[in-house]
């Protein structure tokens, strides 16, 4: 039994844990932090390295770590070691991330990717895509984000972005993007963009789970709201298998569970592609991670080294 | 010096030809049959069957095939071996391709793959891709296909059918496409299709040629058809690099050279990602391959083996 140091940074709270080889979360090593826009670059460092130490402070004598992975909250640039998450302002220039874990586990592997990717190695590892070697791992929160696994192999990108589902656009929205584009998933489709476009419709809750419960009422605008995320969510997956030839999409994240009529209005769009039975046949499923996905995928990068690219 | 054999499956014919390790074909060794849609599925395999014997007639006395190579029109299916062209139809059923070649040349092995994958080899082995690990090869004609090499290496799909940027989504368009689907990249921005929007508000030409000449001559018609092709096209870019984080795409094809301004509008979109910068970096630029792309790329899946995934 090996183990592995697994950290997981996003827009609010940075989480660190030991992660044995079976994908198990050592309990008693799980540290957070929060993290946030109203810190400096070096709170956010500090930050890490708590939650980094709280961990490793865990690990039993004479255990061996094997390494450390990190997922990351985007974008990244792998080849610099460095995050700049659009939450974390102050490290927009990029922070050398994968330095300064390297300083706190000087004698093993350190390995960073975007959490994207990581979730969707935690769905290969223990997940909803166990078996298949052709993976789209989505989550559909705040923001709509992915990662990519293809013959088997992850793929980062060259700058390490590669997976983010959230910016590839879907005919039939013109929604303003953040990215600068329009039209895009993310656009239309997050949790607060659906809200929002329930909002203007007259929908009177606040969160996803107010327009879930709309949902589950029978509420019109709350039905309407929800389909139409999930028609863009299926159309920019029908997109993706095209391109990709994907098996299988698992897809998680708070708002994958606002109902779980979603996955039927996924489904719809990529059924329409009549004529294309390789972009038909792709399976798309909820995924099977609890909240530990990011950490599980994070230490997945250092127990499951041989996939990732 | 090793020699391939290389086969292009096409809907209108079959090219054979040698082909030696440095990308050169051997002309006398080009052997064309027509395929198209009047052909029995025997006689589409005796027009394979006779250009494979008219190139390995050339094969001089004592050298070495080092294998086959096959680039088809797809869809094909890699798991059987088989090809289903869309316009060849008494092959839909899929016709077993590999097998009928491998019993040509019992001795070495045969690599099937999708044309718009042996396009994307030949634009990273002899033409505008050479140096770079993470490309998206387009064709834009007829249709609009592509093939993909990502980390250095060819990603075929489980089926066979990845890279078919084709049928990615654009938004802001709704043009109902062949595949089932609507908002298809090829559904607005193929040659055809780009020719049927100008006809549609007046334009009296009918090819990708007579286009690209009242272009030249400025007609307003003409302008605005190249304009919105290129926009799509630059669109549907702009997703997958979002999804793939692409270095660069090479685009060939007729319609490519409708004229030089396309590039300029297929470039306008990706600039517009304003807030993504790994987005905004892809290289866009002109096919640097002649006619020959196909043929050399179906030879690269002999030559360059150790790219083909």
Same mark, same amino acid.
């Given at each position: 039994?090996?183990?592995?140091?697994?950290?997981?940074?996003?827009?609010?709270?940075?989480?660190?844990?030991?992660?044995?080889?079976?994908?198990?979360?050592?309990?008693?090593?799980?540290?957070?932090?929060?993290?946030?826009?109203?810190?400096?670059?070096?709170?956010?460092?500090?930050?890490?390295?708590?939650?980094?130490?709280?961990?490793?402070? =865990?690990?039993?004598?004479?255990?061996?770590?094997?390494?450390?992975?990190?997922?990351?909250?985007?974008?990244?640039?792998?080849?610099?070691?460095?995050?700049?998450? #659009?939450?974390?302002?102050?490290?927009?220039?990029?922070?050398?991330?994968?330095?300064?874990? =390297?300083?706190?586990?000087?004698?093993?592997?350190?390995?960073?990717?975007?959490?994207?990717?990581?979730?969707?190695?935690?769905?290969?590892?223990?997940?909803?895509?166990?078996?298949?070697?052709?993976?789209?791992?989505?989550?559909?929160?705040?923001?709509?984000?992915?990662?990519?696994?293809?013959?088997?192999?992850?793929?980062?990108?060259?700058?390490?972005?590669?997976?983010?589902?959230?910016?590839?656009?879907?005919?039939?929205?013109?929604?303003?993007?953040?990215?600068?584009?329009?039209?895009?998933?993310?656009?239309?489709?997050?949790?607060?963009?659906?809200?929002?476009?329930?909002?203007?419709?007259?929908?009177?809750?606040?969160?996803?789970?107010?327009?879930?419960?709309? #949902?589950?009422?029978?509420?019109?605008?709350?039905?309407?709201?929800?389909?139409?995320?999930?028609?863009?969510?299926?159309?920019?997956?029908?997109?993706?298998?095209?391109?990709?030839?994907?098996?299988?999409?698992?897809?998680?994240?708070?708002?994958?569970?606002?109902?779980?009529?979603?996955?039927?209005?996924?489904?719809?769009?990529?059924? =329409?592609?009549?004529?294309?039975? #390789?972009?038909?046949?792709?399976?798309?499923?909820?995924?099977?991670?609890?909240?530990?996905?990011?950490?599980?995928?994070?230490?997945?990068?250092?127990?499951?080294?041989?996939?990732?690219?």
């Amino acid at each position: 039994m090996t183990t592995a140091l697994a950290i997981d940074l996003g827009g609010t709270k940075v989480d660190a844990a030991l992660v044995a080889d079976d994908g198990t979360i050592d309990e008693a090593s799980r540290t957070r932090r929060p993290t946030g826009r109203d810190r400096s670059a070096e709170e956010l460092a500090d930050a890490v390295r708590e939650a980094v130490r709280g961990a490793l402070a =865990q690990l039993p004598a004479g255990a061996e770590l094997a390494g450390a992975g990190i997922g990351s909250a985007g974008p990244i640039d792998i080849p610099r070691g460095a995050v700049m998450p #659009y939450n974390l302002t102050p490290w927009h220039g990029g922070y050398p991330l994968r330095d300064l874990v =390297q300083e706190l586990v000087p004698d093993v592997p350190v390995t960073l990717r975007i959490d994207g990717l990581c979730i969707t190695l935690a769905e290969h590892w223990v997940g909803a895509a166990r078996g298949a070697d052709d993976v789209l791992g989505m989550i559909v929160s705040t923001g709509v984000g992915g990662g990519l696994i293809l013959g088997g192999h992850t793929i980062p990108g060259p700058t390490g972005n590669a997976g983010h589902i959230g910016h590839i656009e879907v005919a039939g929205f013109d929604d303003p993007c953040t990215c600068g584009g329009s039209g895009c998933l993310e656009a239309v489709a997050s949790g607060p963009n659906t809200v929002r476009w329930a909002r203007e419709r007259g929908f009177e809750g606040a969160t996803g789970e107010d327009l879930g419960r709309a #949902y589950a009422a029978g509420d019109g605008i709350a039905v309407a709201a929800v389909r139409r995320a999930g028609t863009a969510i299926g159309r920019a997956i029908a997109s993706a298998s095209a391109l990709l030839d994907l098996e299988i999409v698992a897809i998680g994240g708070g708002f994958a569970n606002v109902t779980p009529d979603l996955f039927e209005f996924i489904r719809e769009p990529i059924a =329409q592609r009549v004529n294309s039975a #390789y972009v038909r046949r792709v399976r798309v499923v909820p995924s099977m991670l609890s909240g530990d996905g990011p950490l599980i995928g994070a230490a997945a990068l250092v127990h499951r080294s041989e996939l990732v690219g």
